[in-house]
């Protein structure tokens, strides 16, 4: 069994005149959203192996505030650039090249975490499905378990265990 966790950036300011979309940062809640997540995905036993991070300055910052309150140690972390202003495909194929691991945590963007945690699971928590269904929000936090290796996930091969959100 093996577990992916898709979590979408906390939330960021517009980017300033002369900044690129890439460069943009979070805003004071974006930073406490991701820290309060970070609390909760320890206190639920939420902990990656393993990270796969878009390498946009957001999804960067998100990734730092929230290991500051889930992790004593980091598990290795990967900067992967096709996690920036692609598709899902290329969100799926990361997941299926990357290093073995049995939980993966994917810090990206909508609407590929959106996409994902809709095309993934055939099956799951009803709370979970409920909460996505309205939309995957800033600092939301997909957890799909699949029956084999994370390597040969496929779509509607999964379950939705959880759908977590830092205000939640």
């Not at 929230?66 to 972390?77: G, I, N, R, Y």
């Not at 099956?123 to 309205?134: E, K, L, Y």
């Not at 600092?139 to 759908?163: H, Q, T």
Request: glycine share 8%.
């Amino acid at each position: 069994m093996s577990r992916l966790f898709l979590l979408r950036h906390a939330k960021a300011g517009w980017a300033a005149p002369g900044t690129s979309d890439f460069d943009r940062t979070l805003t004071q809640s974006g930073q406490s959203d991701a820290k309060a997540l970070g609390t909760r995905m320890r206190s639920t036993g939420f902990i990656p192996d393993l990270i796969l991070c878009s390498p946009a300055r957001r999804a960067v910052e998100t990734l730092e505030f929230v290991a500051s309150t889930l992790f004593d140690s980091p598990p290795k972390t990967e900067l992967v650039p096709e996690l920036y202003n692609s598709d899902a495909t290329d969100y799926l194929h990361a997941v299926r090249e990357a290093p073995m691991a049995e939980t993966l945590l994917l810090v990206g963007h909508n609407p590929m975490m959106e996409d994902l945690a809709f095309e993934l699971p055939s099956a799951g928590d009803q709370q979970a499905m409920r909460g996505t269904a309205s939309g995957f929000p800033t600092c939301g936090l997909a957890v799909i378990s699949f029956p084999g290796p994370l390597a040969d996930i496929r779509r509607n091969g999964g379950r939705l265990e959880a759908f977590l959100k830092p205000d939640l």
